[in-house]
Each structure stands twice: as C-alpha cells, then as structure tokens.
C-alpha cells in the first residue's frame, strides 16, 4: 500500500511539473512555440499572420520524411497533405510543417523566398513544385 502511495505522489509531482511547463510554453511568442522555428532561422518569407498562429504544444508533428531537393516533389507533397488531414491543423501550422521538412538546397530555397511572401499553403505549395 506504501509503496501505491509513493508512486501516486511521484506521478503527482511529474503532472505538476508538465502543467508548470505547458503553461510557460503557452506564455511563449508564437515563433519559439512552433516546431523548427528560432531566432536565427525566422522564416521571414511567411506572413505575419502565419508567424502570429501558434502551434499547439499538444499538436504531432506529421510523419513524412525530410525534403533533400532529389525526391519525387508530388509525391512528397501528396504524402505531406495526407498527414496534415490526420493530424488536422490551419493554413498556417500547414506551411510552417511543410518548411520544417526542408533540408539541404530546399532549405537554401526556402530562405531565398521574399519577406512576407507565403500567404497560404495553396501559394506555398504551389511556389514549392515550381
């Protein structure tokens, strides 16, 4: 019985400790909260109003592959679009998972792209296969 209780209070603590954690994450600017975004990486090609939607702390990141510039681009896209409709999320989580899957001369393109340019992942995308 000892021995229940000591687990209940450690599991206790561990909840106290994620809810302090959650609630700071959530005090956070929209551009540190979001998956693969830093201040030496701002993606200054999306919007404002894309780098003002944050992503939910409790939001999955889809599962698809890194981006190297050598894969089938609409195959690649296809399987992002699929993941994006399991893992739900707006417009804008959409293009800032997209750009998190960049690597390499992708990446290169990417930081190439105008201020404020990506308006939406429908542009996005289609700036992506061209």
């Known amino acids: 019985m000892e021995e229940h209780a000591q687990i209940n209070e450690e599991l206790h603590k561990t909840n106290e400790e994620l809810r302090r954690s959650l609630h700071q994450q959530c005090r956070r600017p929209a551009w540190e909260r979001s998956p693969n975004l830093s201040s ?6 999306f919007s404002q109003q ?4 944050p992503v939910p702390p409790y939001y999955i990141t889809p599962k698809t592959v890194f981006f190297f510039g050598v894969e089938d681009l609409e195959s690649h ?7 994006m409709i399991i893992n739900g999320g707006s417009d804008a989580i959409r293009c800032k998972m997209l750009m998190g899957k960049f690597t390499g001369k992708t990446l290169q393109w ?3 792209i105008l201020d404020g ?6 542009k996005f995308s289609k700036m992506f296969k061209e």
């Open 40 to 45: 030496r990486d701002d993606p200054k090609s």
């Open 50 to 53: 894309i780098m003002d939607e």
């Open 77 to 83: 896209l296809k399987a992002f679009r699929a993941q």
């Open 110 to 112: 990417f930081k190439g």
């Open 117 to 122: 340019h990506i308006t939406s992942f429908p």
